[in-house]
């Protein structure tokens, strides 16, 4: 069954063949709006070190299948969609009625989320029993039976195991039949509640092996946090704290850093433990929202893998379903991916093996640049200090741009560590142009992208690197920046002397449209050739895309950086005048052995400009 390569279930059982451990965190929906903005970009940097599967609780208090963006829901979606990782989303029943968990269920499914972990959730003391005894699905496993019943395998399901026994469960042993109960309905694998003693997991692991459960029981960690979310989640779970724990904790409690430090040394400890066994294929880890100990705690047990071996592709793809084969996008989203992702949401089927004819479908309109997720992070006076509280002219952006790339403090000593095209520092691959950027920025080429020339690196580079082991990677080197439109006019001359290099330039009203490429034709500007495969070629520069970028690009002027500024003042009129004057330029070296033609072209601008 084919469909199963999205179940967790299925990936598990991959690992476990393979013996490559792995690890999977756990999240609860934010509380406020800004907390689900800091969320997403949490989401981001824990996506570098290559989780196998991340969840979300369920909270049936906070209208969780809502569409707010506290919604477990709504940021399940958003984990899954837009930061590339597959996302397990918890479902509880006990409070709900079952065409209120289908309605959930069909709006899980539409959003692309192929995994619920389900659960019968706490018993709510505002829910009257008599409403409860009338609910059909009571437990967890009547859950199971309700997704398996509707969805039939569309969803893969995991069930939740308690190695100290479920607290309202008669006998451990009782709880046991009931976890059978959950896994001959149709639970996949097991993730279980948090325990203190490796000892703990292992003698419920043989317990349920025992008892006939023949599904991956994955164990749950929770690192001690502080001295209160202790007490109260030993209270919650009525779990059993071993007494070396409690005197412990009880002796730093008004440390909060020294309780941290001895749950992170605990932890360890016992994932070291757990992991040496052969019968652990990974871990599950209750991360309370925390990235920092989440991180410290992977680095230690060796866990935490940012290689490029693990990059399929040189852009983190969606971890939706629909866009599975999707292999092709255009360089010009390479620092706003999610921007891209939003945009092409509603397109039928995405590119695979080839980018195709120029007349692909039309782009999605970017009006909500207040969505969430692609909400800059940086606090509006934040944003002043890097960008500059005041400008006089348009010199005092170039100095901006500069900054950005030299990563120098600007003139009023701050550093720039954003611009409105790039919410993050320059990539790595950058380094190696770094001082030609600084040069041409400083010079009023405002660049918002670019890629060296690369032939034939190992796969495995730890910058250039993608696709996996045994192949090799090749790039063109590529340019896009802002000039304006009189100096374009020059440049315009000068290109003639450069046969190697494509261009294309837009201005935002389009009534500048200037290309020397074949309208229709898509350009690979970086490619891959693998052992017993076809050359794979991720990343083109597109004319027909070009047209739909250079709206965003120019709009980030204003939706991002005038705005900061009182209407009618002076610095809010030299980024107004640049989205008039200016004009969007793309340029591709064809010469992808010697490279060095953007450069050369640039310095001849210059020269002919001193000279005149």
């Known amino acids: 069954n084919s469909c199963d390569e999205a179940h967790i279930g299925q990936k598990i059982k991959k690992r476990i063949s393979s013996g490559d451990k792995f690890y999977s965190l756990e999240f609860f929906p934010p509380r406020t709006d800004s907390g689900g903005v800091n969320l997403i970009a ?76 389900a ?67 149709g639970g996949d694998f097991v993730v279980t509640q948090l325990f203190f003693d490796a000892e703990t997991y292992f003698k419920y692991l043989r317990d349920c092996r025992n008892a006939g459960i023949t ?70 880890i209750y991360t309370l929202n925390r990235e920092q100990v989440a991180v410290k705690l992977l680095k230690r047990i060796g866990l935490w893998r940012e290689e490029s071996i693990y990059k399929s592709l040189p852009w983190r793809p969606s971890a939706n379903g629909k866009r599975i084969s999707e292999d092709v996008r255009p360089i010009f989203w390479a620092s706003r991916p999610k921007s891209y992702v939003h945009r092409t949401m509603m397109w039928d089927e995405y590119p695979n093996g080839r980018w195709g004819s120029s007349a692909s479908p039309a782009f999605g309109e970017l009006k909500d640049y207040h969505i969430f997720y692609l909400k800059n992070t940086t606090k509006k006076d934040e944003l002043l200090k890097m960008w500059g509280e005041k400008l006089d002219n348009v010199e005092d952006v170039y100095e901006i741009f500069t900054c950005f790339v030299s990563g120098e ?90 046969p190697m290099i494509n261009y294309h330039a837009l201005n935002l009203k389009e009534s500048l449209d200037v290309t020397n490429c074949d309208q229709q034709q898509p350009i690979a500007v970086t490619w891959g050739v693998f052992p017993g495969k076809e050359i794979l070629q991720p990343t083109v520069v597109d004319p027909t895309s070009f047209k739909y970028w250079k709206d965003e690009a120019f709009a980030l002027w204003i939706n991002q950086w005038a705005n900061l500024y009182p209407e009618g003042s002076k610095s809010r009129q030299v980024i107004t005048d640049i989205t008039k004057d200016f004009v969007l330029v793309n340029m591709v070296d064809n010469d992808f052995i010697q490279g060095g033609n953007l450069w050369k072209v640039l310095d001849q601008l210059f020269s002919y400009e001193t000279n005149k």
């Open 42 to 117: 949490r989401f981001d940097r824990l996506a570098i070190g290559n989780p196998l599967f991340i969840d979300v609780t369920w909270h049936p208090k906070g209208n969780s299948g809502g569409d707010e963006v506290t919604a477990s829901l709504t940021i399940a979606s958003a984990a899954l969609n837009f930061c590339g990782l597959d996302t397990m989303l918890h479902m509880t029943c006990i409070n709900s009625s079952t065409e209120d968990i289908t309605k959930y269920l069909r709006k899980a499914k539409k959003q692309g989320l192929r995994n619920v972990l």
């Open 119 to 185: 659960l019968r959730g706490d018993i709510s003391d505002t829910v009257d029993e008599s409403i409860r005894q009338g609910k059909e699905l009571k437990y967890a496993s009547d859950l199971v039976k309700h997704i398996k019943s509707e969805f039939g395998n569309y969803f893969g399901i995991g069930v939740a195991g308690y190695p100290n026994g479920h607290p309202e469960c008669s006998s451990y042993d009782d709880d046991i039949k009931r976890l059978k109960e959950k896994i001959d309905a």
């Open 215 to 284: 599904a991956p029981i994955i164990p749950g960690v929770l690192p001690i946090q502080g001295y209160n979310s202790l007490r109260q989640l030993a209270q919650l779970s009525k779990l059993q704290i071993p007494q070396r724990i409690l005197d412990t904790v009880e002796s730093i409690k008004d440390n909060d850093e020294a309780i941290r430090h001895y749950g992170l040394i605990e932890a360890t400890k016992m994932c070291k433990k757990l992991l040496a066994s052969d019968d652990v294929p990974g871990i599950h």
């Open 409 to 498: 403090a600007n003139r009023y000593g701050h550093k720039v560590v954003s611009l409105p095209w790039s919410n993050d520092s320059l990539a790595l691959e950058t380094l190696f142009i770094k001082k030609s950027l600084e040069y041409i920025n400083s010079k009023g080429i405002l660049t918002i992208n670019s890629q060296p020339n690369v032939n034939a690196l190992p796969s495995t580079h730890e910058v250039f690197g993608w696709g996996g082991p045994n192949g090799y990677v090749y790039q063109k080197a590529y340019l896009e920046f802002f000039i304006s439109a009189e100096r374009f006019k020059i440049l315009l001359d000068v290109l003639p002397s450069y």
